[in-house]
């Protein structure tokens, strides 16, 4: 398979690829599902919005992040919005706080910290560029530098955000926290012209104290064991557990709740944290129906409720290499 300069797989139009050499579903299979699906009656019906749970953030615990050598802090911001705490460091990953996005996609709950509610944040992580993780607006409120994927920096620095573009496996310090962009099996666009255009992935953050792993939007892949056998000591991992349905056509692209648990086997992790799930209706199962399967899953596989962290969003995970405590949240 073709390299890029930077070692990324890429075809011979000199778009991005996944590990395996794929691309994401063409056009065709788009409309099939999105028009032809939905005429036909075959997509699976559900509501577009559900009960999801939700605390009110110790705004003022988050204000001051934790120190060097103290437990990190995962705060659920809603979707794939987490406020990742650590060594003094405050980052943003895939930050998405409007009232809606493209496509005129609303918020089924509210984001689990206002933008005037943030602390001070030192970077913005970025995943890829679909519009439910580069949420423009909120990226340009908050104002923090940006880390993302290959060939995002240009288009970053055009619209006035100050950003760092990594390749797979490669790494940038914030303090003295470190980021590596790791790989996922997904796909980018924002536009008609550019699919594939920019790279795509996950992060591992490294503090001093805890290591955590945001894979962003992905498939099931083999990757998963490679980032494990690469960070042998992940405290938490950040995965997602929605926009599974249909399986013929998500499945491709996302992971459903009992892949995000296979993938979490084999990263090897010590905590599975879910995302992806009851804040914007994307695919066709209920808003409100992956951690039910979450759920049965775990207990198929006999894993520990402490293993497993379902938040509500707004809530705070602390983790360290020797715990996962839930902190409690502000009073209403």
Do not use: C
């Amino acid at each position: 398979m073709p390299m890029t300069a930077f070692g990324q797989p890429h075809d011979r139009d000199g778009r991005f690829v996944n590990l395996d050499g794929s691309h994401p579903a063409g056009l065709a299979t788009v409309l099939r599902w999105a028009v032809w699906d939905r005429l036909t009656g075959r997509r699976r019906r559900a509501p577009d919005r559900a009960a999801v749970p939700t605390v009110v953030a110790d705004v003022a615990s988050l204000s001051r992040p934790p120190a060097e050598g103290e437990p990190a802090r995962l705060t659920w911001l809603g979707h794939a919005s987490f406020l990742v705490q650590v060594d003094g460091v405050s980052l943003l990953v895939d930050p998405v706080l409007q009232p809606a996005i493209f496509g005129g996609i609303a918020r089924n709950v509210p984001p689990g910290v206002p933008l005037d509610g943030l602390p001070p944040i030192d970077a913005q992580l970025v995943t890829h560029n679909h519009y439910d993780h580069l949420d423009l607006p909120t990226l340009r409120a908050v104002g923090a530098p940006v880390v993302a994927g290959l060939g995002l920096a240009r288009w970053f620095g055009a619209r006035g955000l100050a950003a760092t573009e990594l390749g797979w496996w490669r790494s940038t310090q914030v303090g003295s926290v470190r980021v590596t962009f790791v790989p996922a099996h997904h796909w980018s666009r924002r536009g008609p012209l550019d699919t594939n255009a920019t790279l795509w992935g996950g992060f591992v953050v490294e503090g001093s104290n805890a290591t955590v792993y945001h894979s962003g939007d992905s498939a099931y892949f083999a990757g998963f064991r490679e980032i494990g056998d690469r960070f042998p000591s992940i405290d938490a991992a950040l995965l997602p557990i929605g926009a599974y349905e249909p399986g013929w056509f998500m499945l491709r692209q996302h992971m459903d709740p009992e892949q995000a648990l296979r993938a979490f086997a084999d990263l090897g992790a010590r905590t599975f944290v879910p995302m992806h799930w009851g804040t914007f209706k994307l695919a066709d199962e209920p808003l409100d129906e992956p951690p039910r399967r979450v759920e049965a899953e775990r207990v198929r596989r006999d894993l520990s409720p402490e293993r497993v962290r379902v938040l509500a969003v707004g809530e705070t995970l602390r983790v360290a290499r020797s715990l996962a405590v839930r902190e409690p949240a502000a009073p209403r």
